[in-house]
């Protein structure tokens, strides 16, 4: 099996089972995305432990891009706080756009979003959960569109 396959098999999984997926009760802060490029929603709803992602959900309806990259995100930014948050979507975005960008190891299996690049205009739909998550992180309460 090469990279590409393994890749591919981890967007399949996380969007056929998406991580961390529903409401989160009590929540610190939720912001709402759009990508109506695509339809992607979702809505990003997570619990602050001083400035550390304590617990973190999405829910939603997209492509399976959307939905994977969300479900990804979850897992990798549960228990970080906002500077490595911030550090870790600066990794994330470059990935996405930047054809010279390495899977950094830092990513974990948020490198499987690489193969995303070929397609720009997919490009939007992984990056959303991202947005969306800073917005709420931000704000508190927020909705963001990614036109
Ligand atoms: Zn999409």
Redesign the pocket.
């Given at each position: 099996m090469d990279l590409k396959d393994l890749y591919r098999d981890v967007i399949l999984d996380h969007n056929k089972h998406p991580r961390n997926f529903g409401v989160l009760e009590g929540s610190d802060a939720h912001a709402d995305g759009h990508?109506p490029?695509?339809?992607?929603r979702l809505t990003v709803s997570l619990r602050l432990t001083g400035d550390r992602i304590s617990d973190i959900r999405f829910e939603g309806k997209?492509?399976a891009?959307?939905t994977a990259s969300a479900s990804l995100m979850t897992e990798a930014v549960k228990g970080k706080d906002r500077a490595a948050v911030q550090a870790l979507f600066e990794r994330v975005h470059a990935l996405l756009t930047d054809d010279a960008a390495t899977a950094d190891p830092a990513l974990g299996k948020l490198a499987a979003l690489s193969g995303v690049r070929e397609f720009p205009a997919?490009v939007?739909?992984a990056s959303?959960c991202w947005h969306t998550l800073n917005a709420a992180l931000e704000s508190g309460d927020a909705t963001v569109s990614t036109e």
């Amino acid at each position: 099996m090469d990279l590409k396959d393994l890749y591919r098999d981890v967007i399949l999984d996380h969007n056929k089972h998406p991580r961390n997926f529903g409401v989160l009760e009590g929540s610190d802060a939720h912001a709402d995305g759009h990508n109506p490029l695509c339809g992607d929603r979702l809505t990003v709803s997570l619990r602050l432990t001083g400035d550390r992602i304590s617990d973190i959900r999405f829910e939603g309806k997209g492509c399976a891009i959307s939905t994977a990259s969300a479900s990804l995100m979850t897992e990798a930014v549960k228990g970080k706080d906002r500077a490595a948050v911030q550090a870790l979507f600066e990794r994330v975005h470059a990935l996405l756009t930047d054809d010279a960008a390495t899977a950094d190891p830092a990513l974990g299996k948020l490198a499987a979003l690489s193969g995303v690049r070929e397609f720009p205009a997919r490009v939007k739909c992984a990056s959303l959960c991202w947005h969306t998550l800073n917005a709420a992180l931000e704000s508190g309460d927020a909705t963001v569109s990614t036109e």
